[in-house]
C-alpha cells in the first residue's frame, strides 16, 4: 500500500521541512487545510493543475500513518 513514499519528500530549509508532493513547495499540510476548508479534489486539481488525483490520496494516506505513528521510509 503506502502510495506515499515515492510521492512526500522532505527537505531541509524547504517549507521549514514540512513534507511536501513531489520536491514541490505545497506541503501536506495545505492539502488537509484545502479539503478542510471544504475544496474538493476536484476544486484542488483545478486551482493546481500541477497536482494529481494520487499525491492527494498520499497526502490523506501519509497523515493517517502519522496518526498511528507508523511511517515507511523504505
Known amino acids: 500500500m503506502y502510495i506515499y513514499k515515492d510521492i512526500i519528500t522532505v527537505e531541509d530549509g524547504k517549507r521549514s521541512g514540512k513534507p511536501c508532493i513531489r520536491d514541490m513547495r505545497i506541503t501536506v499540510e495545505d492539502i488537509l ?42
Do not use: K
Request: hydrophobic residues 45%; negative net charge; charged residues 25%.
Open 33 to 74: 487545510r484545502w479539503l478542510a476548508s471544504g475544496m474538493s479534489f476536484d476544486d484542488i486539481l483545478t486551482d493546481f493543475p500541477e497536482l494529481t488525483r494520487q499525491d492527494l490520496q498520499a497526502a490523506l494516506e501519509f497523515s493517517a500513518m502519522r496518526q498511528h505513528r507508523t511511517i515507511v521510509t523504505a
